[in-house]
């Protein structure tokens, strides 16, 4: 497991993206996607030496980042896309799918999944939401643990809105207690319980590693 290194400031900063509602709904909020790869660009321009990935938790989400990307940089043929001594870190965007083994110094996470309906919170989260085996724990471990020096969520999601009680889901109560643990900085460690079957070692093993990172 890699988690962010200890710094003199936490490690975690939280993006919450506000608008306009038809800018902050569907599964990849077009105010989200904007945010995003400003955050990646000035990353990039600013602090060379840094590597940088992106995790979306959707896979159309994914898709609209990079083309935000490819529109957001134009013709900006300066723009360092690694470390000078690392090409092989080249900054990527992926899915929550398709990140694991992938390893960079900052990675921002973009969750995607904004509101359906006007005034009423969004429950479900695309793969976060898959119980059998602990499938959406897993995917969210995976994601929360590929940055070497920090990590950026972006999200229209505001956690402190939800009800625990509420949660059903045991990844998607899993994810807003992950989200609230970004957003005050590494304070609120939440509560998280898995009341199923026993777990087996492997997923005991991907339990108490989310635990370390602050959730539950």
């Not at 936490?10 to 569907?26: C, D, M, N, Q, W």
């Not at 989200?32 to 989400?61: D, M, Q, W, Y």
């Not at 921002?108 to 009423?120: A, D, F, Q, R, V």
């Amino acid at each position: 497991i890699t988690a962010p290194s200890v710094t003199s400031t936490p490690p975690f900063k939280y993006h919450l993206v506000t608008g306009e509602f038809k800018e902050i709904s569907g599964v990849s909020p077009e105010a989200e996607c904007i945010k995003t790869i400003e955050l990646v660009i000035n990353n990039l321009r600013n602090k060379p030496e840094e590597s940088v990935a992106v995790i979306a938790f959707g896979i159309e989400h994914a898709r609209r980042l990079k083309n935000e990307f490819s529109k957001q940089v134009g013709e900006e043929s300066d723009l360092a896309e690694y470390p000078e001594d690392r090409p092989e870190e080249k900054f990527i965007i992926r899915h929550l799918e398709t990140i694991q083994g992938d390893e960079r110094d900052v990675v921002i996470i973009s969750t995607g999944y904004g509101p359906k309906e006007l005034g009423k919170l969004r429950n479900d989260f695309g793969p976060i939401n898959k119980s059998k085996n602990l499938s959406g724990l897993r995917r969210l471990n995976v994601a929360v643990t590929r940055a070497r020096k920090r990590v950026e969520v972006v999200s229209t999601i505001d956690p402190y809105k939800y009800d625990d009680n509420k949660l059903i889901n045991i990844g998607a109560k899993g994810l807003i207690q992950y989200l609230r643990f970004v957003q005050s900085g590494g304070e609120d460690l939440g509560d998280l319980t898995v009341d199923t079957v026993p777990m087996n070692p492997f997923e005991q093993d991907i339990f108490d590693s989310l635990r370390k990172e602050g959730i539950g």
